[in-house]
């Protein structure tokens, strides 16, 4: 049962990341959040996939861990699964 919560929340960290990351998004809504959050701070971090997921990662990690201690464990390992997901589509996509 917990992997299937930890594949869940891979997928779900990927998703959600590559979703602000990489897409425009129905009506352009993404691209317009992107271009709003402009050269700063946020805008940055909607840039860089590795940065984004490590901030998506931590509410996902928290509604799946049952303890301080797993919740811990499970931030950076989503984040890592939501790269290598990231790494493996983007040679697919590529050729």
Excluded: Q
């Amino acid at each position: 049962m917990r992997f299937y919560w930890l594949a869940l929340g891979i997928l779900a960290v990927w998703r959600i990341t590559h979703l602000l990351n990489a897409e425009d998004g129905p009506w352009e809504l993404l691209v317009r959040l992107r271009r709003f959050a402009g050269g700063g701070f946020w805008g940055s971090m909607l840039d860089c996939f590795f940065c984004l997921s490590v901030w998506i990662a931590a509410p996902v990690a928290y509604w799946i861990g049952e303890s301080w201690k797993e919740r811990l464990l499970l931030w950076p390992g989503l984040s890592a699964g939501a790269i290598l997901a990231e790494r493996i589509t983007a040679r697919t996509w590529e050729g």
